[in-house]
């Protein structure tokens, strides 16, 4: 049996064995994150470091007489074992349900349904990795992670739930540079296809070529702005932190508060929403409630919905919207606008052509203030021409000025940003987003 | 049960060298949020590393199967992993590059954590968020305790044997106050910065509610403050900002990995170049950081770092110039420069490379409120809400939570939303006092790395003025 298989017995295997052990009153959902991963990574087209690692966690939520308590432990895939290791941590659920308080805004678990989705992806064989990226980068100074194998992610509960989500992916996240001079490029998909990874990589050098100019010292100050769809990523990117979660705009913690109070607006072209179609991940959450497929978050510069968690919902006495617990996006779509990609540097006419932005941070949450600076290839453009590469900026901008008033106009097409973060475990998701056009786009350093 | 040596020995003569390093770490996580529990959690992470070396390149394989089986499969993994990069290798490396280190490390904790029951956790945090409760406009409460208990058990077939035990816990208090369309949060220190190894005693119940009431206190005072001027003016730093001023503008930039360009396609590259070591003047002449796994507290102390290179207490920076970087053995050797013991990892399953630890700002020799009284007009900042810095650790943007205006040598009112900018070669250059006494504080979530890893540090910093910096408010 493969990876996927075998966690897929050794997972019904132990998720069997708990739940067949709850005793009156109680009721368990198991939520099982495993992977099987390899990690390339690159320096100068040359292995840094290169590691293999297979990760199996089970999370079990306890409950019992209106009191929860959730503890997390490794699985080894060994079914014996693991049986085992989950008498173990069963044992400490229950002493801690006894000696925690009462939990008022305790979702009850309920049978949330069945899925069963398994891709089968076509990747590099570990031995074939290391080639396959040097040789088409060769007399490049390419930098970077190539990353693949099978991830899971599955829960059941004691209520007859049961979703199970594994796919076999990879990304290869790099950067090429002339000096200090850097692009970014991104090839990720499940299955792998060497001229695809070559057309990539020729992209990214012409761009490359592109920045063999002097960089220009652009004063701080407001200017015309071009983000191109990778830098739009990084700035939607904050919409996960707090902006859309309802508890924290409960809590006082979220950078559209004033847009949900109809203090203000943002701008007519601006629709997002959650799209679980785009395929980039699964629509159940860890209390293995189904998201609705789509779900409009804002339209046309005004505030829809929050995303909205079952425990939030409880909470506040309204309806939750199958958010995950950290309620941000997990698959956001940017609505496409008007503006056609050849007429990008036209209408941006004099300004700055933003490909990535790096490191933002809100400055000022209330009035959803962002810093950040630029990064790789960004230019100066003059009567619709590129002129030279820039030397970073930092920018100090609200999202109510750059994607209220100030936001011209919307590009008719969209690029897929795949989820590459490899924190503590691989992540699914993703995000498929526009390039925007902004005037007076502040910049402050 | 997992025998490490036994393990050891059954694989040892099937490479030129093999390491292996366990890591076993237990998370109690505990959240309480106006006064009703909100998260309680406890989660345990048990896997093996499995390092080998193979024609001058190391190869990795983590797994958390720990049986006989798993163990082997990850093994034959971490030679496929050393023998199909070597020939690509970026460097090369023997064993020279993992000293045989034996020895143990413990954290100092006066009362061990055992002897805390869920229940009284629990009710010093529910208590926490009562004591804000001062007013209907605080409008949300928090108290959180994240306790963790770490073994790293590293062998090799070289010989080191090495057993680390961390007792650590990280608290975060905070509470946000609302009115007419104003919202201000206060937290102890900035996040979770209070972040030590340390036991039981920190969970000192009338200090916590003392600190509790003072949170809610600042937090509503903030609602009517005036904003922070934008304006060029002197800038006095808390130890509790200093921590992160420290960590982004000095141990980042520092970090050999980066200086090599390892990291280039993730956090970033660096402003310094291998030639401005023992050369480049970093900061004014007040201006001493050092590498110090020795502080008590702090959580970064330690007395191995993964490669089984001994920890030893280094100036970085000393009277202002820039003498040493921050990189393990594995760097050492590539840059040919001095370093330090900081090749660590985030846990079993990520391979080790140059992190921080402590890193310090050596004492002064003023007084704080000589320090005040020298400032005809400035700002005195505390608690880290708001971090940015460029990709080479120049153009950076930090905003705090809470401030204080400076005319004439006096404090004279509380500013809300203070903000500052800067580079950071000419930021530190404009450092003109440096007060006796320090404070140590850290993070439990500094990232990093390809694949991306978590870590722990510690700064132990003095209160800091600087001149002519731009500050600004909302």
């Given at each position: 049996m493969n990876f996927i298989e075998t966690m897929k017995h050794t997972f019904h295997t132990v998720a069997d064995h708990i739940l067949n052990q709850l005793t009156d009153g109680e009721d368990a959902t198991l939520n099982l994150y495993a992977e099987e991963s390899l990690f390339v990574r690159f320096n100068n087209n040359k292995v840094r470091q290169n590691t293999d690692v297979e990760q199996r966690s089970l999370s079990l939520v306890l409950q019992k007489a209106g009191k929860t308590a959730t503890v997390v432990f490794n699985l080894t895939g060994d079914s014996q074992e693991d049986r085992h290791r989950a008498d173990e941590w069963l044992s400490l659920a229950r002493k801690e349900v006894e000696e925690l308080?009462?939990?008022?805004?305790?979702?009850?678990?309920?049978?949330?349904?069945?899925?069963?989705?398994?891709?089968?992806?076509?990747?590099?064989?570990?031995?074939?990795?290391?080639?396959?990226?040097?040789?088409?980068?060769?007399?490049?100074?390419?930098?970077?992670?190539?990353?693949?194998?099978?991830?899971?992610?599955?829960?059941?509960?004691?209520?007859?739930?049961?979703?199970?989500?594994a796919t076999e992916n990879f990304f290869m996240d790099y950067s090429l540079y002339n000096g200090q001079k850097a692009v970014k490029g991104v090839y990720a998909?499940?299955?792998?296809?060497?001229?695809?990874?070559?057309?990539?990589?020729?992209?990214?050098?012409?761009?490359?070529?592109?920045?063999?100019?002097?960089?220009?010292?652009?004063?701080?100050?407001?200017?015309?702005?071009?983000?191109?769809?990778?830098?739009?990523?990084?700035?939607?990117?904050?919409?996960?932190?707090?902006?859309?979660?309802y508890n924290n705009y409960k809590q006082g913690g979220s950078a559209l508060q004033k847009l949900a109070d109809g203090d203000t607006t943002l701008s007519p072209h601006l629709s997002l929403r959650e799209n679980f179609s785009l395929g980039l991940t699964h629509r159940f959450n860890s209390l293995g409630e189904l998201?609705?497929?789509?779900?409009?978050?804002?339209?046309?510069?005004?505030?829809?919905?929050?995303?909205?968690?079952?425990?939030?919902?409880?909470?506040?006495?309204?309806?939750?919207?199958?958010?995950?617990?950290?309620?941000?996006?997990?698959?956001?779509?940017?609505?496409?606008?008007?503006?056609?990609?050849?007429?990008?540097?036209?209408?941006?006419?004099?300004?700055?052509?933003?490909?990535?932005?790096?490191?933002?941070?809100?400055?000022?949450?209330?009035?959803?203030?962002?810093?950040?600076?630029?990064?790789?290839?960004?230019?100066?453009?003059?009567?619709?021409?590129?002129?030279?590469?820039?030397?970073?900026?930092?920018?100090?901008?609200?999202?109510?000025?750059?994607?209220?008033?100030?936001?011209?106009?919307?590009?008719?097409?969209?690029?897929?940003?795949?989820?590459?973060?490899?924190?503590?475990?691989?992540?699914?998701?993703?995000?498929?987003?526009?390039?925007?056009?902004?005037?007076?786009?502040?910049?402050?350093? | 049960m997992l025998d490490l040596h036994k393990t050891l020995n059954s694989l040892k003569d099937q490479a030129e060298w093999v390491g292996l390093r366990r890591v076993k770490e237990t998370t109690t996580y505990r959240t309480f949020r106006d006064e009703k529990p909100d998260r309680n959690s406890i989660s345990s992470d048990d896997g093996l590393m499995i390092e080998v070396l193979c024609n001058g390149h190391f190869g990795y394989a983590g797994t958390s199967d720990l049986t006989s089986s798993g163990v082997q499969r990850a093994f034959k993994k971490a030679l496929l992993m050393a023998k199909t990069a070597s020939p690509f290798a970026a460097a090369s490396f023997t064993t020279e590059h993992r000293p045989p280190q034996q020895g143990r490390f413990e954290s100092p904790a006066l009362q061990s954590l055992d002897t805390l029951s869920v229940r009284e956790v629990s009710d010093i945090l529910c208590e926490a968020t009562k004591a804000m409760n001062l007013s209907h406009k605080m409008i949300s409460r928090s108290a959180t305790a994240m306790i963790i208990d770490t073994e790293f058990t590293s062998v090799s077939s070289s010989g080191?044997?090495?057993?680390?035990?961390?007792?650590?816990?990280?608290?975060?208090?905070?509470g946000t106050a609302?009115?007419?369309?104003?919202?201000?949060?206060?937290?102890?220190?900035?996040?979770?910065?209070?972040?030590?190894?340390?036991?039981?005693?920190?969970?000192?119940?009338?200090?916590?509610?003392?600190?509790?009431?003072?949170?809610?206190?600042e937090a509503l005072e903030l609602l009517t403050a005036e904003n922070c001027p934008d304006e060029t003016m002197d800038l006095l730093l808390a130890p509790d900002q200093m921590n992160l001023q420290v960590h982004e503008s000095v141990g980042h930039p520092l970090e050999y990995d980066r200086i090599l360009g390892d990291e280039r396609n993730f956090a970033g590259w660096s402003f310094v170049e291998p030639k401005d070591f023992g050369q480049l003047r970093y900061g004014s002449p007040l201006m001493t950081i050092t590498f110090d796994p020795t502080i008590p507290e702090s959580v970064a102390s330690y007395a191995f770092d993964d490669s089984g290179c001994k920890a030893t207490k280094e100036f970085l920076i000393k009277d202002g110039i820039l003498l040493r970087g921050l990189g393990g053995l594995e760097s050492q050797s590539r840059l040919n420069l001095p370093g330090v013991a900081n090749f660590r990892s985030s846990s079993w399953n990520r391979a080790p490379i140059d992190r921080m630890a402590n890193i310090n700002l050596e004492p002064g020799s003023s007084r704080l409120e000589d320090m005040i009284a020298s400032?005809?007009?400035?700002?005195?900042?505390?608690?880290?809400?708001?971090?940015?810095?460029?990709?080479?650790?120049?153009?950076?943007?930090?905003?705090?939570?809470?401030?204080?205006?400076?005319?004439?040598?006096?404090?004279?009112?509380?500013?809300k939303n203070p903000n500052y900018r800067g580079t950071t070669i000419k930021f530190w250059n404009n450092l003109k006092a440096v007060s006796q006494n320090r404070e140590t504080f850290g993070t439990p979530y500094c990232g990093k790395g390809e694949p991306s890893q978590v870590i722990r540090v510690g700064h132990t910093t003095p209160y800091c003025l600087f001149q002519n910096i731009e500050v600004f408010g909302a």
């Open positions: 308080p009462l939990d008022p805004f305790q979702v009850p678990i309920q049978n949330n349904g069945t899925s069963d989705f398994t891709v089968k992806g076509s990747l590099l064989s570990p031995e074939d990795v290391i080639q396959a990226i040097t040789e088409p980068a060769q007399g490049a100074d390419l930098a970077g992670l190539y990353t693949a194998g099978p991830i899971i992610s599955a829960t059941r509960n004691s209520k007859g739930q049961s979703h199970w989500f998909g499940t299955e792998w296809n060497q001229d695809d990874f070559a057309v990539n990589l020729a992209q990214s050098k012409n761009q490359l070529a592109l920045m063999d100019r002097p960089k220009k010292v652009i004063a701080p100050g407001s200017y015309r702005a071009y983000l191109a769809p990778a830098a739009v990523a990084e700035m939607a990117m904050m919409f996960s932190w707090g902006a859309l979660s998201s609705a497929e789509q779900i409009d978050l804002i339209k046309n510069g005004q505030l829809v919905t929050f995303l909205i968690n079952s425990r939030s919902a409880k909470e506040y006495g309204i309806a939750g919207n199958g958010a995950e617990s950290s309620e941000g996006p997990r698959s956001l779509e940017i609505m496409p606008g008007t503006l056609r990609k050849e007429n990008i540097l036209r209408e941006l006419g004099t300004g700055l052509y933003l490909s990535n932005l790096h490191y933002l941070n809100w400055s000022d949450r209330l009035n959803a203030r962002i810093t950040g600076m630029t990064r790789y290839a960004c230019f100066w453009v003059e009567n619709g021409e590129i002129v030279a590469p820039i030397a970073d900026l930092r920018f100090d901008e609200s999202l109510y000025d750059c994607l209220g008033a100030n936001l011209l106009a919307v590009t008719d097409f969209q690029e897929v940003e795949p989820q590459v973060s490899t924190y503590e475990s691989r992540v699914l998701g993703g995000s498929r987003l526009p390039g925007f056009l902004i005037k007076d786009f502040k910049f402050t350093l | 080191a044997d090495i057993f680390q035990k961390f007792s650590i816990v990280n608290t975060d208090l905070s609302m009115e007419s369309g104003e919202t201000q949060t206060r937290s102890e220190n900035g996040g979770l910065a209070r972040c030590f190894q340390i036991g039981a005693e920190v969970f000192n119940r009338n200090e916590i509610l003392d600190r509790s009431r003072k949170i809610a206190e400032v005809d007009r400035g700002v005195f900042m505390m608690s880290n809400k708001s971090w940015s810095i460029d990709d080479y650790r120049n153009k950076f943007q930090f905003g705090c939570e809470y401030a204080k205006l400076i005319e004439n040598g006096k404090i004279t009112k509380t500013l």
